[in-house]
C-alpha cells in the first residue's frame, strides 16, 4: 500500500485541513511555501497521467474549497501535479501540491535547460 493509501486508512498521521468522502487535504511533510498542501483522491490513482475527467472535476472543486479553507483563495496561490520520472514525481498517488502564502516565485520552476541540452 502506498504512502498516501496509509494517510487515508490512518495508518499513518497526517496533519489534515479538509475531508469529504472521495478526498482528502493534508499538510506537505516538508513545505516548499509558507502554506503547502497536498490534495489527493482518496481512492488510488497512480497519477494524472490515469484520472479521469469525473475524478478532476470533482477534485476541482474540493481543491477550490482547500484554497478557501486556507483563506488563500484571494491571495492567490499555486496548483502544481508532477507526472512520472522527468515530472518529478515522488509519491505514486495522484496529489495536487497547493502552494501559497507568499508572492512564489516562477523563475526557478525548472533548473533544466530549456533547449533540452543535458
Ligand atoms: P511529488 O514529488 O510531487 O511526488 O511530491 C510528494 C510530496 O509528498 C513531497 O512534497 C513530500 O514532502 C510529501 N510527503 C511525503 N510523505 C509525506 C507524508 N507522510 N505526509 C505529508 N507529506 C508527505
Known amino acids: 500500500m502506498c504512502i498516501f493509501c496509509k494517510i487515508v486508512n490512518n495508518e499513518i498521521p497526517a496533519n489534515i ?9 493534508f499538510h506537505d511533510i516538508n513545505p ?20 479521469d475527467s469525473k475524478t478532476m472535476k470533482n477534485m ?9 479553507e486556507l483563506n488563500i483563495d484571494k491571495s492567490g496561490y499555486r496548483v502544481i501535479t508532477n507526472v512520472g520520472e522527468n515530472g518529478g514525481q515522488e509519491v505514486e498517488h495522484l496529489h495536487f501540491h497547493i502552494l501559497g502564502g507568499a508572492k512564489l516565485a516562477w523563475s526557478h520552476l525548472s533548473d533544466a535547460d530549456p533547449k533540452g541540452n543535458i
Open 60 to 68: 476541482t472543486t474540493f481543491m477550490q474549497n482547500v484554497a478557501k
Open 32 to 51: 516548499k511555501a509558507p502554506i503547502h498542501v497536498l490534495a489527493i483522491p482518496k481512492k488510488h490513482i497512480d497519477s494524472f497521467n490515469e484520472v
Open 17 to 25: 485541513i479538509l475531508e469529504n468522502e472521495d478526498f482528502l487535504a
